[in-house]
Each structure stands twice: as C-alpha cells, then as structure tokens.
C-alpha cells in the first residue's frame, strides 16, 4: 500500500512539473520576447506561486527546464532513428531537425535565450548538471551517428552534432526572425534570408565535408513544407 501510495504521489508530482512547463511555454508563444515571471507561471498553471518554487527555484530554471524537454524530444527521436538498422539519410535528420527546432514556434527563441542563461543567471550546480545531461544525449546520438557514418572518427558524431546545433541557431540569430521581423514566413524582412533553405544548404555543407562524401538530398518540397 505504501509503495503504491508513492508511485501516485510520484505520478502527481511529474504531472504537476510538466502542467508548469505547459503554462510558461504558452506564456512564451504569446510573448516570445519577454521572460514569464513566476506569478505569470502559477496564475496560468491555476497554481499558487509557492508551488511553483517546490519544483523549479527560480524562473530561469523554469525557463531552461522548458527547453530541456524540448531538446529531449528531438534526441529521443534522433536516437531512436539512428537505432534503426536501415540506413540514415540527411534528409531524415532535416525532417526531424525542421519538425522538433524549426518548426516549432518556441524552440529558436528559447534556445537563444538559454545560451545566456545557463552562463550567467543559473546556479553553478544546476548549469553543471544541465550540461552533463546534455552530454549524455550528445554522446547517444554521437554514436549513432558514427555506426551509420563509418567515416566519421571517433568522437567526430558528437562534433558534428555539435557545430549542427552552433549553426542551426546561429544562422537563426543572423536572419530577421531572431529580432521578430516577418515570424510568420520564411523570408525575413531585414536581409531577405531565406532561413530553411539557407540552412539545408549549411548543414550539407557541413555533413558533406566532414563525412567526405556527398548525402542525400531532401526534396525541394520537403525543404519548402518546413519554411
């Protein structure tokens, strides 16, 4: 009876987390440029503002802890591609990249905003084991990436998720939707970049010359659904 009556607590305490999580990310989809306070948080959850502070300390955490769960959709289904035996393709990595990053209203801006964050504004100790769990996904998929791609060194599954992720984000900072020009289309209103093809063009640049051979290309439909 105990045991079962922990596991309800426990199940309560997850779904409970994860309401938190849904109410600061609706939060963010109405107002991509501010940060949601903690009151915001718990009047939007129906909760009271104390309740919010038994699970995250403090809004930044809540923020970085929305996209945590974010970046841990897109490795559980990265990973779960890689598994597979039959071979991977680019272009089954940019669906999955627009699906889980790009297409998703929340991830670029969170993501951008996280950077900072985690270096400045989050305890030392939740900032350590931030990265330690983000280790853990990069080196799964690393591997993965690396049984698929034999021409990859050691390691190099990891570097290349890594400079993906640095120019996935960086080249969406550059465009204008970073400053919140034009965040309904694919053509921004300051440099008239247009940011998914721009970036399927820098990531096989990229996948190309690190693996030394050329990949699989995805559709010129496939790239103009996710824009």
């Known amino acids: 009876m105990a045991i079962r009556q922990r596991a309800m607590q426990a199940e309560d305490k997850e779904e409970r987390q994860q309401g938190l999580l849904d109410a600061a990310e609706r939060l963010l989809l109405r107002a991509p440029g501010a940060m949601p306070s903690v009151a915001d948080v718990a009047d939007e959850a129906g909760l009271a ?24 959709e897109f490795f559980q289904a990265l990973i779960a591609l ?73 390691g190099g599954g990891i570097a290349l998720l890594r400079h993906s992720y640095a120019l996935i984000v960086g080249l969406w900072q550059m465009s204008a939707n970073a400053d919140g020009f034009d965040a309904g289309g694919s053509v921004c209103a300051v440099d008239r970049m247009d940011y998914p093809r721009e970036l399927d063009r820098a990531l096989r640049a ?19 659904e996710g824009a």
């Open 49 to 72: 503002k104390g309740t919010v502070y038994l699970y995250f300390p403090s809004k930044e955490e809540l923020l970085l802890a929305v996209h945590e769960r974010r970046v841990d």
């Open 82 to 154: 890689l598994r597979a035996r039959d071979p991977v393709t680019l272009a089954a990595i940019m669906t999955l990249t627009r699906t889980h990053m790009i297409e998703r209203e929340s991830f670029l801006p969170l993501a951008t905003r996280c950077f900072g964050v985690v270096q400045t504004e989050v305890p030392r100790e939740a900032a350590i084991a931030f990265k330690a769990r983000m280790f853990e996904r990069l080196a799964a998929a690393g591997e993965g990436l690396e049984r698929h791609f034999p021409e990859l060194p050691r």
């Open 206 to 224: 990229l996948w190309e010359g690190t693996i030394g051979k050329r990949l699989e290309a995805p559709s010129e439909a496939a790239i103009a």
